[in-house]
């Protein structure tokens, strides 16, 4: 993980070096190519349909093409109608890329329709491309799910569809704005070329004059190159056809007219054409050019484009006898790339990434990198659990699935989480119905996944507890917790290494006793529950306090812990007001402390005490205004787009001193900290932990002032940052950014925020020469540094305008009470020096991502009290029935 | 010809005597017929597209998919699509009826595909219905025009089909209205019945609650039944699939979704389509119902259609096995009628017709009628031509088509006024570009007769002339009489019987010499070309007069005429103004005499000479003023809609005193009157014709006033007509009207004026015991007698908003020069006895839509000047090289 530092990369002479092992090993694909015309432009006509995992509609009704009176789409039309046609005729290809939904068609053909498609795939009439369930967002993903979901695509096709299925190229054409990381993976994973339909405006039109739509990216900055280099092409249309060449029936241009009919238009179309072909051949270097044929959900009768390219076809490549110079025939993207690895050229080199994308002046795609936090929460922590359940699944082998809690089932999750990483998905550019579905999914999926938990854990553990998943502890809700005098927690790990993590649960009782696995007593305290989560439960609901303890287990295992209520204890310390004190006060732990101002209550300096570093940082929440459309442009803030209305946010509380309270014990040290009714945080500090816990608490957004806001929270520091900040790609490398700069072309900056934001999708952090603060993120978020020592993140937004791009419905988000949603998370504030930062962030980013979880049970069952005789080692792979170590 | 005077038919018990013979003769057909559950209730699911023959776009246009912004739609693809579907599972069916678009898609097939074709047909998976070119408007066509247009479309399936082709059944599913001469048609040709969407919405409740909406039409009533009896069934929904069943791509009712999904329907679908059915078949009196499924240019993917309903098939008959009563199969309408026929019930019997149609309160479709007057008479004008041009290629030979001008085709018009007959494009209901393309059809197909009338008169006739053609003698233009001081006229006959023609060709001679074939001199005279005429030609163009003279011609034959202009002759006289007088001046002639009012100018009183009948008859123009909604309904007047918003018209001549002129000479008297600046009429005698001629003038109707105007010319007479009045059943039978009142069911009038609007194809008449008033018209117009005594045309219209039938255009009918059209006309006047006014009205309306045609030369070729040896007698049918009796 290493900031490449690029700043422009220079037009560096790389050999192509792909496609060499593919070819040679998979039999099949390149060989199947068309022949082309060394001496002509050959025009590659790719045949597609691009088939949202969800976006206006779930995926189910995608598939059956229910509700098209929002949009016209069926695909399990599209898959029936294109096989039927690319079996009329021969010399027709196309390609498709939703696995998700070629495997929900799969399920319902014949054997004769199977036979049929293989034998299409096998001949390179049919060709997958990118091979993920879905067609994943590259911004607010996380590498862990994206490798899910591409292994999940990928060994589907190559189960029900031969070798020759799982694609050699990526085909990320819709997705708004591109990773390294995403690109690294397909690299590392054997991909040949990766194309692209969105990039930046600018940096397209740059790149067109340049002849740099194609180039080698290099997609890490810390493996080998040529193995992380990803040849990358860049669409002419993004995925579109030429105007006026779309003959999907959702479009309306004339078909081709060559018969004896007044309408007959046959020259002026094949003069159109060869014009768009010969101008489009002057931004690209060789003599051939892809032109993607067909868009979102075409070919439902796949006829319409098939019968007009075969006359397109016969009448343009008929103007060779004239003299003209073009070639045009049907290909696959695999073909196209075949054709230049001929050409044997050097490609330009590019090192940083494709964000932010934007299609226009003040049209940043940055909004999404916060649009519906909850949901992006979720998202993340179902990978978290989803991880869980397939380790436990591995480890518990077939008792897992079938054991005595019912038939646990990993893959319901597993396609879950696939389907949320769609572009449309936990980017939150959806529907709210099909939000609601693709949560609702995850739901289905973590209930199987639970159900396998307990057979794993009770066949691991070789007992019959009746466990319990308390879902809603974020709320401090959990009925077997809150009624027990005595329960159990079995805490699973599912990292390489011991973790230690606090658990918090909702007890009544004031005092308990907890012990390990072995016995021994564990420290506890029992701490108030903030009047905020109060709020969120609604009247009086559920319990006053929690249980704290710091709970340690084992790699890729679990440890049992026994909670007991004392009969008799101290109750519980309230919460107090913080000194009225002329001088700072704080909070402190071994590793840090953390200063807060006595006037105003915001937290005012953090300091390491080991490293002997302080820096002053100022906290606080502030909201952009989101823009409506001004005389700029009509823009509107929306779930894609980010735009306010003012490059100065609004402080959220409108006094300036934020009301404050303190909780202080052994475990814990909390300030509780009100911006406003809606905004509050409790800024923490666990005994032994190195980190400043941020837990925000931010809904429902008030809009009855009609204003849509998006909320941050902003730090503020002295450091001398010199325009330069640093975000995570995926969750698995670092690139440095710099304000209103693009490393590899000029920028013409049109939204001084909007046009400086980058997805955090797990950290982002600022630096001096010595000290780095980096906030570790629980989900993917909006960030910045909009000037020299400030940091901000984006953590909730709400507004009252669509922006235009489909979606038709405003971010209102209404939640159940239709006041709007309130969405909780933690930032996890990092204060080192650079060179030790990253040692500290990357742990903590994958104790993040990776978190271990806690089962609950009444206790009971026969629990095993020592270490397993057949445990597995830290450093030793389990599998079959190689229990893991429970205790230890 | 004879009135029913029905009254209201009483439900008659008749045997079903359909479908004998053609079942036996025809060896396939009803015996392909699927297996039905004589024990439970059948529904028959009829899969159909329909596809109108021009009407938002072009026929072209909707052919090939072209202008799909304008609505989505493409035959070629429909047809495509369902012979694919077919062939993929052999339960379907599918019928068809629209040849135009069988026949265009035909030409494009390969002999695979026909070959396919033929077998769907001969195995009765694919059933043509209707079988005319176009699916025939009923109003406003003329019987002529509808059986050259039905033997086209059947002589096209019997050669492409083969003899299982051509329909048993009529299909007439979406016309206007329904009329008793096209039922008769039907029977006399032997369908076995007729199927109809379009009845008054009150009839078919009604209908509905008798069980009537099958019945058996006694279609003449002069022809013996059963001969011309023909079962008619009213369809449930127009021709549309039940709520919540239309599974085109053009719909947006959820698909059937029948597997492991959370959209799972299935229940909800079949419980619903069973609740439709049972209620459908308490209207219908068999075990049997039909539904069709499909509507305008469905089927385009024809996938979607047919899977869902595989689905429904199964789902429902499935239930069966749960105590279900409803069995669901794909059929026909023949098969459907086959088990009706097995019923052996007796039916209601209808002796009226379906006119007018209204399908809601207000909303009458009576505007159709008369929409765009001057596309209506090139219509009629053009089958008068197709007559005359396929008359002289029968009576040339092969010399017709391969001749000396070029090739002659009569097959170009002849489709052209097939596609002419389509209830959009004759009706006017079509928008403005499509009425345009409609003309621009005709235009070509007259040229192409026009080169084969040269050839077959030069064949005939033994020269070689320079025929020329003037199509805008209406206007008084032609150049070659216009320069000419010398030249022929050739005037053929297409009746079988000789006539006696007025000719008027514009000159600009003072004095002419005609001679007749033999030599022998005709009179002629040289009258002004009227202010109007001026006018309508713009600044100073064109002659100042015309010659005229009557001309004879012989059955199916022409007479040649000479005319030479006169070196010296007497100038003409120029129109003088009528005496001003307290008493009443006249034109007459040695049939009729027609006085007109001193005072006011309007016609008076008409007296019939010979008969001594003497009636007072004032005839005037007047409008109605379009309504645009109002509090009773929100319906406007439009191109299908005559909603007027009030009863009452008002005079086009604001003065009471209209301008009056008068011509009078040996040939012809007229008297010119003009109403308004837009409205013009002249009232003529011809020496020697038994009728009056009203030439009227109307245009460009102004409506910046932001009034629609719909122009009527009404008779007013002290006929007692006790609320009667007889309109003609394309212009072969006629039928008895009573105001406020329908034959077979219970009238509630919404609309005193437009509710009594029939469509007068060629005559209308009212009368007393002893006198009847005949008009008749030279082209389609809506006509009634709104008050006893009176009768009124509705001859030109232009409204100003959209009537919400689809057309999304106001009837506007700009022009070149947006102002509007003039549009110029004749209505023919009759006054008789009752006893003798048939004889009248009969010969003069044969007259007027066979009427003989001039064709010119300049002379100078070699003519014949005496009978041809093997000229044709009258009495005789000419054949082959048999010449006719081109002189005599």
């Given amino acids: 993980m290493t900031a490449p530092g690029s700043g422009m990369a220079a037009s560096v002479a790389v050999p192509l070096l792909l496609l060499g092992v593919a070819v040679v090993a998979a039999g099949c694909g390149?060989?199947?190519?068309?022949?082309?015309?060394?001496?002509?432009?050959?025009?590659?006509?790719?045949?597609?349909?691009?088939?949202?995992?969800?976006?206006?509609?779930?995926?189910?009704?995608?598939?059956?093409?229910?509700?098209?009176?929002?949009?016209?789409?069926?695909?399990?039309?599209?898959?029936?109608?294109?096989?039927?046609?690319?079996?009329?005729?021969?010399?027709?290809?196309?390609?498709?890329?939703?696995?998700?939904?070629?495997?929900?068609?799969?399920?319902?053909?014949?054997?004769?329709?199977?036979?049929?498609?293989?034998?299409?795939?096998?001949?390179?009439?049919?060709?997958?491309?990118?091979?993920?369930?879905?067609?994943?967002?590259?911004?607010?993903?996380?590498?862990?799910?994206?490798?899910?979901?591409?292994?999940?695509?990928?060994?589907?096709?190559?189960?029900?569809?031969?070798?020759?299925?799982?694609?050699?190229?990526?085909?990320?054409?819709?997705?708004?704005?591109?990773?390294?990381?995403?690109?690294?993976?397909?690299?590392?994973?054997?991909?040949?070329?990766?194309?692209?339909?969105?990039?930046?405006?600018?940096?397209?039109?740059?790149?067109?004059?340049?002849?740099?739509?194609?180039?080698?990216?290099?997609?890490?900055?810390?493996?080998?190159?040529?193995?992380?280099?990803?040849?990358?092409?860049?669409?002419?249309?993004?995925?579109?056809?030429?105007?006026?060449?779309?003959?999907?029936?959702?479009?309306?241009?004339?078909?081709?007219?060559?018969?004896?009919?007044?309408?007959?238009?046959v020259a002026s179309i094949v003069s159109t054409f060869l014009d768009i072909a010969t101008k489009q051949a002057e931004h690209y270097r060789t003599n051939h050019i892809i032109m993607t044929m067909g868009s979102d959900f075409h070919y439902e009768n796949a006829n319409l484009w098939f019968k007009n390219m075969d006359k397109l076809i016969a009448h343009v490549n008929a103007q060779q006898a004239n003299g003209s110079r073009v070639h045009v025939l049907y290909s696959t993207p695999s073909c196209y790339l075949w054709e230049l690895h001929q050409a044997n050229l050097s490609w330009s080199l590019k090192m940083d990434d494709f964000f932010p994308y934007s299609d226009g002046p003040h049209q940043f795609w940055t909004g999404f990198f916060t649009s519906r936090p909850a949901l992006k929460r979720y998202e993340r922590l179902s990978n978290n659990f989803l991880q869980i359940c397939s380790q436990l699944e591995a480890l518990a082998g077939p008792a897992a699935r079938d054991g005595p809690y019912g038939p646990g089932d990993s893959s319901v999750l597993r396609e879950a989480v696939a389907v949320a990483q769609h572009h449309d998905a936990v980017t939150g550019t959806e529907k709210q119905h099909v939000a609601n579905d693709y949560a609702k999914q995850l739901a289905i999926g973590w209930e199987r996944c639970q159900l396998l938990v307990s057979n794993a854990l009770s066949s691991l553990s070789g007992t019959k507890e009746t466990f319990t998943f308390c879902n809603s502890l974020n709320i401090s809700v959990c009925p077997l917790t809150e009624a027990s005098s005595r329960f159990l927690v079995l805490l699973y790990n599912p990292l390489g290494r011991r973790v230690s993590w606090p658990i918090r649960l909702p007890v009544h009782g004031v005092s308990y006793t907890v012990t390990d696995p072995r016995g021994q007593p564990v420290p506890s305290e029992v701490v108030p529950v903030s009047i905020v989560t109060h709020g969120l439960r609604g009247n009086g609901i559920g319990a006053m306090q929690e249980l704290l303890f710091q709970a340690s287990a084992p790699a890729l295992g679990f440890s049992t812990f026994t909670v007991t209520r004392s009969p008799h204890g101290h109750p519980r310390v309230p919460p107090v007001q913080p000194p009225v004190l002329p001088q700072p006060w704080d909070i402190h732990n071994e590793h840090l402390r953390v200063l807060f101002d006595p006037l105003t209550g915001h937290l005012k300096e953090i300091q390491n005490l080991a490293k002997n570093i302080s820096l002053p940082v100022f906290q606080s929440y502030y909201w952009y205004n989101a823009s409506v459309g001004n005389d700029e442009s009509s823009q509107a803030s929306g779930a894609y787009i980010f735009r306010p209305n003012s490059s100065e946010p609004i402080p959220v509380s409108v006094s300036k001193r934020i009301s404050t309270s303190l909780v202080q014990n052994a475990l814990v040290q909390e300030v509780h900290q009100t911006f406003s009714s809606w905004c509050s945080q409790v800024v923490r500090l666990y005994a032994g932990q190195p980190y400043v816990e941020l837990e925000w608490t931010v809904g429902p957004i008030p809009v009855e002032d009609g204003w849509g806001k998006e909320i941050i929270s902003r730090f503020q520091t002295p450091l001398q940052t010199r325009a330069r900040f640093y975000t995570d790609s995926n969750g698995r490398q670092i690139l440095e950014r710099r304000r209103d700069y693009r490393p590899t072309w000029n920028l013409s900056q049109t939204e001084p925020v909007a046009g400086n934001y980058y997805p955090v999708t797990s950290r982002i952090f600022i630096k001096d020469k010595k000290v780095q603060l980096t906030v570790l993120t629980d989900r993917s978020q909006g960030g910045s540094s909009i000037s020299d020592g400030s940091l901000e993140l984006m953590v909730h937004r709400r507004l009252l305008y669509d922006d235009n791009r489909g979606v038709e419905e405003p971010l209102l988000e209404p939640?159940?009470?239709?006041?709007?949603?309130v969405v909780r998370g933690r930032h996890l504030l990092l204060l080192d020096t650079v060179q030790a930062a990253a040692d500290g962030h990357r742990l903590r980013a994958q104790e993040l991502f990776m978190a271990p979880y806690p089962v609950l049970a009444p206790g009971g069952g026969a629990l095993p009290t020592g270490p397993s005789s057949n445990a597995c080692r830290s450093s030793q792979r389990c599998a079959g029935s190689c229990l893991p170590a429970s205790i230890s």
């Fill in 815 to 821: 939640g159940a009470d239709r006041r709007g949603l």
């Fill in 30 to 265: 390149y060989k199947s190519c068309p022949p082309t015309r060394p001496d002509l432009l050959n025009v590659h006509l790719v045949p597609h349909t691009h088939d949202d995992v969800g976006w206006l509609k779930t995926v189910e009704q995608y598939f059956y093409g229910v509700r098209n009176e929002v949009q016209h789409a069926g695909v399990q039309y599209i898959l029936d109608s294109v096989v039927a046609q690319l079996v009329a005729e021969p010399t027709r290809r196309f390609i498709y890329a939703e696995v998700a939904f070629l495997a929900r068609w799969w399920q319902l053909q014949d054997e004769a329709t199977r036979d049929t498609v293989r034998q299409l795939v096998e001949q390179g009439r049919l060709e997958l491309v990118g091979g993920g369930w879905s067609m994943a967002d590259e911004a607010v993903t996380h590498y862990s799910a994206g490798l899910e979901q591409l292994g999940l695509g990928r060994g589907f096709l190559r189960r029900a569809l031969g070798p020759c299925a799982p694609p050699r190229l990526a085909w990320q054409i819709d997705p708004f704005g591109h990773s390294r990381q995403s690109a690294a993976t397909f690299a590392q994973m054997g991909y040949d070329g990766l194309f692209l339909g969105r990039v930046d405006h600018q940096d397209k039109a740059q790149r067109e004059q340049r002849r740099e739509l194609e180039l080698l990216w290099r997609t890490s900055g810390s493996l080998r190159s040529p193995g992380s280099d990803l040849f990358t092409g860049i669409l002419p249309n993004v995925y579109n056809p030429p105007t006026g060449f779309c003959w999907d029936q959702l479009c309306s241009d004339p078909p081709v007219v060559d018969g004896d009919s007044e309408e007959n238009n």
